[in-house]
């Protein structure tokens, strides 16, 4: 009965309460019995948990009333937003979860935007009303103020204890439209998801769009064209039951025994072999938008991290990566990831769950080079950027950022952003005190420590969204570092023109506390092209040559001296200076 159907997810900002919601849905449905009930339930991940944050989407079916409800369960960070665009797509409509105590923020922005975008009917819920200092009645005529809600929509709820949950699932019920596929058509199924599974293959999570799929059909792949058999259909309770078949407007899983995930991409349409339909609107292909190399600290790990990133690959479609070789530090591979957090989970679930002791690089963003010819090419690192003759311009990403903050806090935020080469853009009161400032800034002076010291300047209180707008050509300029007068290209860094000293006069400090003293005095410089800005020189370790001398001729003491003089001439020619490990991190790490 495909006009019983719903189909929805819960889109909010981090830590606004949508995994706790979910969990009341599944208690009061009787998805999930009493006792195999817990906290954060469909936060499968053993770091979700930990941090309490939702990092994968996660699809559950329950049944209500006579109604059969399809939950997406949905990350809130930015990192993340490519996971909340792939659930919207799935869906009909969406819970937007605002916190009574926090009200409004920089992500509730974000996916309302996407919900839009998507056509969804959106349900809105102010949450946590339970606490002794929530404000439903601010954040309600917040909310009616900034996305035009009535006041009659507005539901309130805590899905800590309960309270209102019942009303929400009535309003998703009456509000939120049945799906519109036609079930008498050929099968065309979106893949919004896949996970991998050592014994049966890709597990492809689809949302039948017209038609059914049953169990042993055989299915093809539209965008990759690669066949396969339906070993097993079902739906997620929220672990996968078997069922005979999967109708149009419903939410399910399809074994396929696949065993590469890129056959099953996210965003595909599943359709049954042979079979002419036209695809259905995918997703755009996700890119990365932050690069750092990954190492293993022994040397002999580097089969185990290969392995182990080809693994996680499989259940991370957003991960990129390729081999590289840094001769201080060996063999690892250079990664894309979409953020900061997403750098962070993907180090940690290495660590975690492969037992590998990595090193990670300092993050870095894509530079697109205009060449003489006008082609433009991609760089990832300082020792891809052809030689200044060969190129015209060279141009860096940037981003469009949204940072809503209490009123107190406008100057030192517009301060950091002018500091950080950002242009203000446009300011917005959504209440008395808190303003909504838009900027825009190039992504490589965000990903390093902008979200940290805006959270400093602000007492925790601004939260932060960007998304890449378009490469811009820049004054940017490759910094060599010369150490006793040899390049040295694992060192090079790409920075802005007016930065450049600054930049190698820490660069060269830094490398002087960490390089050993030598026999002979070592010059260390940073350069552009052929111009030193900056340099700090080692002083050589000055042994006592004279120490056995006594008496007699002072000629005597000269010689010796003189020896030494010469000696340490030569060295200094012909000497070769040891680059400690510590001292690549270092820099690479800033």
């Known amino acids: 009965m495909q006009e019983k159907i719903r189909n929805f997810c819960i889109i909010a900002h981090i830590d606004h309460g949508k995994s706790t919601l979910a969990d009341r849905f599944l208690e009061m449905t009787r998805t999930v019995e009493k006792r195999q009930m817990k906290e954060q339930l469909l936060d499968t991940m053993d770091l979700e948990r930990e941090r309490g944050i939702t990092i994968k989407l996660q699809p559950v079916r329950m049944e209500w009333n006579g109604y059969v409800l399809n939950l997406i369960d949905t990350p809130g960070h930015v990192d993340f937003t490519y996971e909340v665009s792939r659930s919207l797509a799935a869906c009909e409509g969406a819970i937007l979860v605002v916190d009574s105590t926090q009200g409004i923020e920089a992500q509730t922005l974000a996916n309302v935007h996407l919900a839009r975008q998507h056509n969804l009917k959106i349900v809105p819920v102010v949450n946590k009303i339970d606490l002794p200092n929530s404000d ?25 204890t309960g309270e209102g949950v019942n009303k929400i699932l009535q309003a998703v019920a009456e509000k939120i439209p049945a799906p519109k596929g036609d079930p008498t058509k050929l099968l065309r199924a979106l893949i919004f998801d896949s996970t991998y599974d050592t014994h049966r293959g890709v597990v492809a999570f689809v949302r039948i769009v017209d038609g059914e799929i049953n169990k042993g059909d055989q299915i093809e792949m539209l965008g990759t064209q690669t066949m396969a058999d339906a070993l097993e259909v079902g739906y997620f309770r929220p672990k996968f ?9 419903e939410v399910g899983y399809v074994v396929t025994g696949l065993r590469d995930v890129k056959n099953a991409r996210v965003g595909d349409t599943l359709i049954l072999r042979r079979n002419r339909v036209p695809a259905l609107p995918g997703y755009k292909q996700v890119k990365p938008m932050v690069f750092a190399s990954i190492f293993p600290v022994a040397g002999d790990d580097y089969p185990l991290l290969r392995d182990a990133i080809e693994k996680l690959k499989l259940n991370d479609a957003a991960l990129e990566f390729t081999p590289e070789n840094i001769p201080a530090l060996g063999f690892g591979f250079r990664t894309g990831f979409l953020g900061l957090l997403h750098m962070d989970i993907v180090q940690e679930r290495l660590s975690r769950e492969y037992g590998l002791s990595l090193v990670l690089t300092a993050p870095s963003v894509e530079y697109h080079v205009i060449l003489k010819n006008k082609e433009s090419k991609a760089i990832h690192t300082p020792s891809e950027l052809p030689d200044p003759s060969l190129f015209e311009s060279i141009e860096e990403p940037w981003v469009s950022v949204e940072i809503l903050a209490p009123q107190k806090y406008i100057g030192p935020i517009l301060e950091l952003i002018t500091g950080r080469r950002g242009m203000y853009k446009n300011m917005e009161y959504l209440s008395n005190d808190r303003v909504l400032i838009t900027a825009e800034l190039p992504l490589a002076n965000i990903i390093i420590d902008f979200y940290d010291k805006l959270k400093s300047v602000s007492s925790g209180y601004a939260s932060l969204n960007y998304e890449l707008l378009d ?8 910094l060599d570092i010369l150490v006793a007068g040899e390049k040295v290209d694992a060192l090079s860094i790409i920075v802005h023109k007016s930065v450049a000293e600054i930049e190698g006069r820490n660069l060269t400090l830094k490398l002087k506390e960490l390089i050993l003293r030598q026999q002979f005095e070592i010059a260390i410089q940073a350069a552009i092209g052929g111009k030193i800005v900056a340099r700090e020189t080692i002083p050589a370790m000055r042994k006592d040559v004279t120490k056995g001398l006594y008496g007699g001729d002072v000629t005597r003491k000269m010689k010796v001296l003189e020896k030494q003089k010469k000696g340490k001439k030569r060295l200094k020619r012909i000497g070769s200076v040891d680059i400690p490990q510590e001292a690549f991190l270092a820099i690479l790490k800033k």
Request: glycine share 8%; charged share 30%.
């Open 241 to 249: 039951l078997p069922s005979v078949k999967l109708f149009a407007g």
């Open 471 to 478: 490469f811009r050509s820049a004054d940017l300029v490759k």
């Open 136 to 160: 439903r009645e601010k954040t309600a005529s917040e909310m009616i103020k900034v996305f035009g809600f009535d006041k009659s929509e507005i539901l309130y709820a805590s899905g800590k």
